[in-house]
DNA sequence: GTCTATACAAGGATAGAC
DNA sequence: GTCTATCCTTGTATAGAC
């Protein structure tokens, strides 16, 4: 079994790490593009610079294809995920939450559209993802919304539309770029945009659900040295 | 050129009519989960009742049925787009915008989808339509927003931002309606759920915004009386 | 006016040459 | 390991039977 012709032999050779990775971005774009099913494996290879069935030998089908790029997305999503308690400052959280998600949708605007088109199309590929694993992440971070709300840290709005909202307006700037770039007759969003933008929606949203600065409470010491 | 033997000639015959009806609302259904190119005339036809050459015999092409679908979708939107003057009052103008997006999206989920997914694929046929019509709405709208904003009316936020926020919040809904449902665990949000939302994204909207009331003015007798 | 039969290209996938 | 040739299905579109 053993193959001494191949240097770097770990998780298939370099030429195939190199080509994978050619395959899955050109494959991003065009599942981006079209869909799942308007996608066509000629295009992809095309935009890889590989012949059509190199596509097919290195994925298998076109199906783990799309799902191999659908779960390095959750990846990608997860990754950002960070866990928030109780005890947090809610500026705080909302403001990084709502910083984290414009970086996705900057960083992999591609990645972003393929996603919102599964979902648009009924989401066959990651139904029980979302009534799964994401509910549950959702229903945790509503909690403790709610008991900030609770707590008169913010005023007692729904949590689960307070998500959405924050998602919507958010991934907006990817998923709807085209439509962004025609209205503001430009060629593409500089950072500065991108940074306005997120003040912007982050004002809105603290200001819009009242969010309040926690009392210092006494029994910590790390909130009375930092005053 | 006459013809007698069908009664109600005009823009067609009944059976005609009824026939593009059922095309049209199947292929806004078949576009929108698929895409232009995901979608088949296949498809089209079996959800219409019909055999797949009579799509093509009613609809031309492939191509000008889904130009039509899109028109039928900017006719819709254009239904709605209401002028407003800088002597609206803010509150109700951006509340009325809100309420009108959540009712199309309501209304027309699959036309949204489809709307949506030809952005998502570039915007290959709507390019003009945003970069022409649809930008100088924005930019009308967004000159009157900015009028209010210098008259103390609300924060001078970014007016095409502010746009930006209330048609992704809203649209949501529809475009991403499987992420809803899954995360929610609901098999259809309820009219209920759908006022809450408003009422949700309207008091964001304009709390986050600052906007007040304007001062009544001595001169307008319609103000006077209303108090 | 409406549907069947068919032309012809493009799709995904596999077998086998190199 | 990589690419060419090929199979079979499905796609759009049209011609012609009913």
Chains 1, 2 share one sequence.
Request: charged share 30%; glycine share 6%.
């Amino acid at each position: 079994m053993a193959k001494v012709d191949n240097i770097s032999e770990q998780e298939g050779g370099a030429i195939r790490r190199r080509n994978e990775r050619a395959i899955l971005a050109a494959a991003e774009r065009v599942f981006a593009r079209h869909g799942y099913r308007g996608a066509s494996l000629q295009e992809i290879a095309e935009q890889a610079g590989l012949p059509k069935s190199n596509v097919l030998y290195y994925m298998g089908s076109k199906r783990k294809l799309y799902v191999r790029l659908l779960e390095r997305m959750m990846e990608r999503w997860n990754a950002m995920l960070d866990d928030i308690s109780p005890e947090d400052d809610p500026a705080e959280v909302l403001s990084a939450f709502i910083r984290s998600k414009m970086q996705i949708s900057r960083r992999h605007p591609e990645g972003s559209r393929l996603f919102a088109s599964e979902i648009l199309g009924g989401a066959p590929f990651l139904q029980e993802y979302l009534s799964g694993e994401l509910r549950d992440w959702v229903q945790s971070r509503a909690a403790v919304f709610r008991e900030w709300a609770d707590r008169g840290l913010m005023d007692p709005v729904d949590p689960i539309w307070l998500i959405f909202l924050i998602w919507s307006s958010t991934q907006h700037y990817a998923d709807f770029e085209a439509q962004v770039l025609g209205i503001t007759g430009r060629d593409a969003l500089s950072d500065e945009d991108l940074e306005k933008i997120t003040e912007f929606l982050t004002r809105v949203v603290i200001k819009g659900c009242g969010v309040r600065h926690p009392a210092p409470r006494a029994e910590d010491p790390a909130t009375l040295t930092e005053r």
